[in-house]
């Protein structure tokens, strides 16, 4: 590969496409691991209200996030074609169920509009990173899957801390 090609790839990203609910979705494809057909999920004991539940993958256990409410969808009804996004993060693996994945596109970086051109539309402008601009559809947002990870450790965090009996909180 020459130089002026090697450069025009570092200037380009990837994304998949998915739908959740009623609408499309985008994720940096750096955060996907992989994508795997929909499975039983397992309901996981205390866990906090955003985990659905926990899949075994090939004998590793990974926690499924239930990020509807966050995005302000509802998901669309069970069927076949519903995926589990397997994603990554350097210190965490959890997947995401969706109700279809479509693509992936390797896109010039400029087809990426900033976050502030991302449509204010309440609490889910908080989990949108971006948006992917195309000429043949309308853009998508970019989920901003560190964030949505901060926060439902957050609220994990928070949730034992709530139910930890006051004589035992701040002992280790």
């Known amino acids: ?24 979705w985008a994720v940096d494809l750096d955060w996907v691991r992989e994508v795997v057909a929909s499975q039983r999920i397992e309901p996981m004991p205390n866990a906090a209200p955003r985990i659905a539940g926990m899949i075994n993958l090939r004998g590793e256990i990974i926690p499924v996030l239930a990020i509807e409410e966050l995005l302000e969808v509802e998901a669309g009804p069970a069927h076949p074609r519903r995926k589990i996004l397997v994603l990554q993060g350097p210190e965490w693996v959890s997947g995401i169920l969706v109700d279809a994945v479509h693509r992936i596109e390797h896109l010039p970086a400029d087809a990426v509009a900033a ?5 204010a539309d309440g609490r889910s402008a908080r989990f949108v990173q971006g948006l992917v601009r195309r000429e043949d559809a309308d853009p998508v947002p970019i989920l901003d899957i560190g964030r949505i990870i901060e926060v439902v450790q957050s609220e994990r965090t928070q949730e034992v801390d709530s139910r930890t009996p006051p004589h035992a909180q701040g002992v280790a």
């Open 1 to 24: 590969m020459n130089q002026a090609s090697s450069a025009g790839e570092a200037n380009r990203r990837d994304f998949l496409y998915f739908d959740l609910g009623p609408a499309a």
């Open 115 to 119: 976050p502030e051109e991302a449509p």
